[in-house]
């Protein structure tokens, strides 16, 4: 069996650690990865520390990876030595529903978690990018185009493609009036994705303090939700708003600001239900609706895309050994905007 090396979670409180282990052995159909970056998500930190109640210890997190294929087996025809590939969120899908779907294998039975779950054998466990390889069947590896740096693209494998797939299926575009809430790992992908659509842009964020940096990178306007005056000011403006924050708001006051025929879409979720009120939909016939990830589809179309317009996520590039500190700054919002790992720093 190959051995890696990475870092895991070995119990809910306490911190990451050295680990070495085995990945499985390639089939005829797998890629090997020798991974150079991997982000750190949010979610990461939530399932190392047990709080979404499915941890599975010794944990290896990191579904945001970015690497050089370092072998290919026997049947592999996509991808060959030396190609800069990415993994996203999952590495197998549809593997107990009736019916595989491409478009939506990421909502079916059977997907196949890139850590914290077990392979398809039901026995085998996943472990994910904060290792120095993986071995991932040629259907759930993703091609990074050339014109993007590794660094600041493995974030698109997960926030990247969270914000486009709603993105693109609600149609935001020339004429579409888009709010972003929240300018953190998640929300500055969106503004970026959305200005390069054609949307006119809006971040809602709690203050001003990023203002400039959203500015920069496509936003059209921003303003700050913790002034009273931003919610009368926009009441009825959107077409569409994104919902990046993990923190209980009041979505009744988003509501409000979506136009006639409007959608507000979830994509951070708080740990707590959120009371809806059926008047904040229904006198505007709006939509509240929810959104994860993409297909495997849907992601290389978000890379190619990202590739077209040069998108990537604003990077602060840490060595493995910071990734207990990262953590703690990610709860603080002390980023901009997404931590990524570089894995030779294992070494």
């Known amino acids: 069996m190959p051995i890696a090396k990475g870092y895991a979670a ?4 306490k911190p990451l650690t050295p680990f070495t282990f085995e990945r499985r052995e390639p089939n005829a159909d797998d890629v090997v990865i020798e991974i150079k970056f991997s982000g750190i998500c949010h979610s990461d930190i939530h399932q190392a520390r047990n709080e979404w109640g499915n941890a599975r210890y010794p944990m290896v997190p990191g579904h945001e990876i970015a690497g050089i294929v370092s072998a290919v087996g026997s049947n592999v025809t996509k991808f060959k030595v030396g190609d800069r590939v990415g993994v996203g969120c999952f590495v197998n899908s549809c593997t107990t529903c009736a019916t595989r779907d491409l478009d939506l294998e990421h909502y079916m039975p059977g997907v196949v978690q890139t850590y914290n779950d077990v392979e398809a054998d039901g026995t085998t466990p996943t472990y ?5 390889s993986i071995v991932v069947k040629e259907g759930y590896v993703l091609s990074i185009p050339e014109n993007l740096p590794l660094d600041a ?3 698109l494998l997960c926030a990247g493609i969270t914000l486009y797939s709603p993105l693109h299926h609600w149609k935001a575009g020339p004429g579409k009036k888009v709010a972003i809430v929240g300018m953190g790992g998640l929300g500055h992908m969106g503004v970026k994705i959305a200005h390069a659509m054609g949307a006119d842009v809006t971040v809602l964020s709690q203050t001003l303090s ?4 959203g500015l920069r990178i496509g936003a059209d306007h921003y303003y700050a939700t913790s002034d009273a005056e931003t919610f009368k000011t926009l009441a009825g403006t959107f077409d569409l708003i994104i919902m990046t924050v993990g923190i209980a708001v009041d979505w009744n006051a988003y509501l409000n600001l979506l136009k006639v025929d409007g959608s507000m879409v979830v994509v951070g979720a708080p ?6 009120h059926a008047f904040s939909l229904i006198p505007g ?10 297909s495997i589809k849907e992601t290389q179309e978000m890379l190619d895309f990202c590739g077209k317009h040069n998108i990537v996520s604003e990077i602060e590039v840490i060595n493995m050994d910071q990734v207990n500190e990262a953590y703690e700054r990610v709860l603080k ?6 931590f990524v790992i570089d894995i030779a720093s294992l070494a």
């Open 10 to 13: 070995t119990d809910a409180s």
């Open 153 to 155: 693209a493995a974030p």
């Open 210 to 213: 990023k203002k400039e940096d």
């Open 271 to 276: 740990e707590h239900p959120v009371p809806v």
């Open 333 to 338: 919002s002390d980023v901009r905007y997404r």
């Open 128 to 132: 994910g990018g904060y290792s120095d």
């Open 285 to 294: 016939r709006r939509s509240l609706s929810g959104s994860m990830i993409g």
